[in-house]
């Protein structure tokens, strides 16, 4: 029985109700697991034994400031007052104001959450088109030294340190050989460019220029995004063509291979279309999972590479106690956690038949 | 067919960009704007009357001018500021200031007596942190609209509680909480009658020779040349301070000339630029002095045989030329040095014997306590040379690490046992320092002075409270020099503080920039006397 011809089997209409229910479930699911999310973080918030009244007052404070900013901050009512105030804030897109930069909450994110999103945008890009092909190669040629090299390659990707990796890269292609732009998003003078003549859209240096034709910003910004999103990228690619390499070798084993092979199909054509469409079904999961855990912000690299983006915020927010700002940046990362996880379930439906009942 | 032609592009595109890089040449940075690496993350608002964080305050010293300054190039000795001249009456409480003539806000709207009595009344009114460095002087938000007023557009007269000596007054009106802030344009954009504090947190309103241009809160900010300030147009057209939390990518950053200065260089990165013909470092004396404090409200470590025995147990010079290399010096007294009345006597030096004599002196074996330290890599550093030291003379010290805000909650709570910790002076007088170490007004729980640091060590301060008090009435100068020696000598050998180190920052900066001062001991920094050759 060959996978691939079951392809075709659903009508269109039958289709848009998979995508319809997929839609109402993840709009359910969306909500319960919001919900939860803010308990959580709310709990976590109260009982940890950070007061967040002294991140404001600093040192010298006496008491009477004291009880005037804790007054001030909402803590003087009882919890379930204080959480009830908050989900209905929150569900109004307001988290409060941060306690470390006056803005509010949404705001800070906002502002921070583009620059994480594009540099885990083109760090996935990265692991998906070196790792697939990556994984490939290696499923297809088990125990030589193509696969023996991708596997050392996935172990390096895996243990390196982020931060040790980061530094050596800046070291080498910033420091000695100019290749690449330095720490941040862009270099200072195209910074004032960016800020003056460039409109901004969407957050995304990279979006934003190519839509205002500033080419030159635009190339300096990806100077300056290409290591970072490599040194993410590694752990992602590590992660998807250890993946890759173990879904092939399970698919190239079944019958439908053989029958193909026997048919006289060419090779190239049985791995590249024929295994690797079915191969795509969990790989779509992996990638989605990847792709998330990259949203959340990776602290290290943001600090090696002085990139102002979320992960970087929610942990400053962390040490100075500044709970509105971790709540508000939390409920965002997991909110788009939930959506990649729904959008990778919506297409695991359309690309596997055997999924839609 | 279609999924294979796709993926052989993916795979080529991925290995152009992976394996041909272009060679970029990298710009310096541009001539006519310093570049700066800092953390400034701690910053938590930008209104001069909140303030009260190294990097806000460093930001607003460029963008705030108030009545009395310290010139950045010459520390010390008191200008002209807003004001041109100044005068104390014969009752030791009456100050009348003529206001500069002819100096403008950013704004364009003059600089009047009113906007600067508004402004400092109006720090005293809102009573955040820093309000103290005025009210300490007898204002309060119901008497200051008399105490502070404008007799005309170019006289303020300014009335104290008492006969300070004059000195610590003038001293206080350098800090940035006494900034003359643009009355007009902060109360159009007040809201709910808040002084324009909402506004001000992120905007600015001065006459200083920059203005706030952008601030992007733990990511960026740039200032821009007023070149009509009545300074004149300072030499660099803006100043763009980044946020660098990496000591090493500071360092990289400099190394390759992407910006003109980094402030916060690890010693090794320090030692590791050192011969860079580019790159030159700049020692700079700062006014944080680390300290270990031994809480009295513990038993034994309110014998004074344990005490004096702590002092012995550290190795003070030993931290300084080992990892501490150049980051801080040895300093034992609690004024800073350079501070009106500073000693430098250093009367201890690890002595385990002597130590060990004492503790033996007060009938103790051993002792078992907790040592409460901020999680950073210098205190940690020092805690555990403590930790070291001090269990050679018996005394086991568990560390106790948290983050600022969790120490400084048992710390406020008097919850601690030994603690080290940090101060910064407030503002270049040396009462900032003596009314925190050798003061305590009420040693009792109910006096709650949580903002005390002889207060949150429980020490009543019984031989310094009186000198103290009477250091800051003062008249005479030297006397009053004389007055604070004397009180750290005491404090050096009874108090339950052991002063260790005095910070040095390390400035690293491009060879062709010239006059930046971060500020010394007793200031902030200065970029308006900053240039790049």
Redesign the interface.
Known sequence: MAHQEDITGPGHLERATVVGLGIAEFLATLAITLLGLLAVTFVIGRVM????V??????????A??E?AKAALGLDDPLWTQFAIYVRDAATGDFGK??????PVIA?VA??FPATLELATIATL?GV??G??AGVLAATRPGTLADQAVRLVGLVGYSMPVFWLG?MG??V???K????????RL???Y??IY?LDVTQRTGSILIDSALSGAWDVFANAL?HI?LPA?VLGAYSMAYISRMTRSFMLEQLGQEYVTTARVKGMPE??VV??HV??NVSVPLVTVVALSYAALLEGSVLTE????W?GLG??IT?AL???DMAAVMGGTVVVGAAFVFLNMISDVLYRLLDPRART | MHISKTLTAAVALALGLAAGPVTFAWAETPADTLVVADKIDDIVSLDPAESFEFSGNDLLNNVYDSLIELDPTDLGPLVPGLAESWEVGPDGMTYTFKMRQGAKFHSGNPVTAEDAAWSLQRAVILDKTPAFILTQFGFTPDNVADKIKATDDGTLVIVTDKPYAPTFFFNCLTSIVASIVDRKEALSHEANGDLGYEWLKTNSAGSGAYRLRSYKPSDSYVLEAVPTGWRGAPPLARVFVRHVAEPATQRLLLENGDIDIARKLTPVDIAGIAGNPDIRVVDEQRGRIFYLALNQKVEPLNNPKVIEAVKYLVDYQGMADSFLNGSNVVHQSFLPADFLGAIDDQPYALDVDKAKGLLKEAGIDHIDAKLYVRNDQDRLEIAQSLQNTMAQGGINLELRVGTGAEILGEYRARNQEFIMEAWGPDYPDPNTNADTFARNPDNSDEGNHTGILAWRNAWPATETNDLTNAAVLEQDGDKRAAMYQEIQRIHQRVSPFAPLFQQIEQVAMRANVEGFSAGGSISSAAFYATSKK
């Open positions: 034994p950070i007061d967040p002294l991140s404001i007052i600093g040192e010298r404070a006496t008491e400031q004291y005037a941060s306690l470390l930069t006056g803005q800070d502002r921070v990265f088109l070196l697939i092909p530094l800046l070291l292609f910033y420091g050989l100019s290749w690449v732009g330095g720490p941040g270099d200072t003078s910074e004032f800020e100077t290409v490599l190239w054509r590249w279309v690797l469409r600090t090696v590479f002085a102002p970087l915020y400053n040490f100075s106690a």
